[in-house]
């Protein structure tokens, strides 16, 4: 019995040369329906990037996760011609795995083969139990602490800040000192940001939302980037990595050799980059929580006390997330996160000012 190729998209040499891995990453790749809607628009034919992206109707990060699944399952081949990269079908995959599939077919026709051949063939054509994408956690920190209460008294806030001091203003005096002659980037609310492989991107003003894919291709939210802090891609390692501005935003771009070559500026990231490590771990303890109402309250805590701006009710939050944004970080549903806020606003704790911005009563009004 020939091994297994090492890459999974390696050349089908015929029916016979199918083996049960190759079709495990066959048949996994054609178990998601927007895959299989991928799989027939290529069947007209080679189709551009940006064409199936309006075509399907998605976020062009969702559709490159989908179509990498397939590249690496060997369904698909793609070509660039310039800034374009096109995909096709590699019918050689899809003709071994229906010949793949024909022989359980025959297996299945034949009840009296003797009980010896009978195991082997199931032995033969049993897949292997799928094991989850490995993905890199999220950082965590020990600053900030989550606290569980029993007591359902308003004033209990679920998501409990340390005291520390605040580095935001330092790190913006070094980029105002350093920076100044440098041209910043403006993105309209909803633009993407792109990625760089070997640059850092500072929010200079407004908000940055930093979502992913999940293995299913549901979009979960891992981040906010707020002012004086830093996003990009040397800084994760999620695949399907997108970052969106939430709002209007001024954006300023640092090389990694930039930032290697100046020591202070390192410091100033390292500061930035501590800000956003608190987050992540602060959004990992909330999962903890039972209760999807302590969730979202936690949450809101957790944005209202870094990006929140004081006002006479007391803390406003002038970003705008939707309530699938917020079920997509909690990891629960729309409706129970809409439930949720009904509750908190039925309790006052959360207010709508006339703008329709959130603002948190029960939070003081001055950040700690």
Not at 147 to 153: D, E, F, G, N, V
Request: aromatic share 4%; net charge positive.
């Amino acid at each position: 019995m020939p091994s297994a190729p090492e890459s999974p998209a390696a050349a089908f040499r015929g029916p016979a040369a199918l083996e049960s891995d190759q079709a495990r990453l066959l048949l996994r790749a054609l178990a998601d329906p927007i895959r299989l809607q991928v799989i027939q628009a290529l069947a007209a034919g080679e189709r551009c990037v940006c064409d199936l992206t309006t075509d399907l109707g998605l976020a062009q990060s969702k559709l490159s996760f989908h179509l990498k699944v397939l590249r690496e399952a060997g369904l698909v081949a793609d070509r660039q011609s310039g800034r374009w990269v096109y995909y096709r079908l590699r019918p050689e995959a899809i003709a071994a795995l229906g010949a793949w599939l024909s022989t359980l077919i025959t297996a299945c026709d034949q009840p009296h083969r003797a009980a010896p051949e009978r195991r082997r063939l199931r032995s033969a054509s049993r897949l292997p139990t799928l094991k989850p994408r490995s993905t890199a956690p999220l950082p965590r920190h020990d600053v900030r602490s989550i606290t569980w209460r029993r007591s359902p008294a308003q004033a209990d806030m679920v998501f409990s800040p340390a005291p520390q001091a605040d580095s935001r203003g330092a790190f913006r005096q070094l980029l105002e000192a350093s920076y100044q002659r440098r041209g910043l980037v403006h993105l309209a609310a909803g633009s993407s940001v792109p990625l760089l492989k070997k640059s850092v991107w500072v929010v200079v003003r407004g908000m940055v939302r930093l979502s992913t894919c999940s293995f299913q291709g549901d979009e979960l939210l891992v981040g906010l980037a707020g002012p004086n802090e830093p996003f990009g891609e040397p800084l994760t390692s999620l695949e399907a990595y997108e970052a969106r501005a939430l709002t209007a935003c001024d954006l300023l771009c640092l090389s990694c050799d930039e930032i290697a070559r100046s020591p202070h500026l390192a410091m100033a990231v390292l500061q930035g980059l501590g800000a956003r490590y608190r987050q992540s771990e602060a959004l990992l303890a909330l999962l903890g929580l039972r209760r999807i109402e302590d969730r979202v309250r936690g949450f809101l805590e957790l944005i209202a006390h870094d990006y929140g701006q004081p006002c006479d009710q007391g803390l406003r939050l002038d970003l705008r997330l939707t309530h699938q944004e917020i079920a997509n970080a909690l990891s629960t549903t729309r409706v129970t996160v809409t439930r949720a806020l009904g509750h908190l606003r039925d309790q006052g704790w959360l207010q709508l000012d006339q703008q329709r911005r959130l603002v948190i009563s029960h939070l003081p009004a001055g950040r700690a």
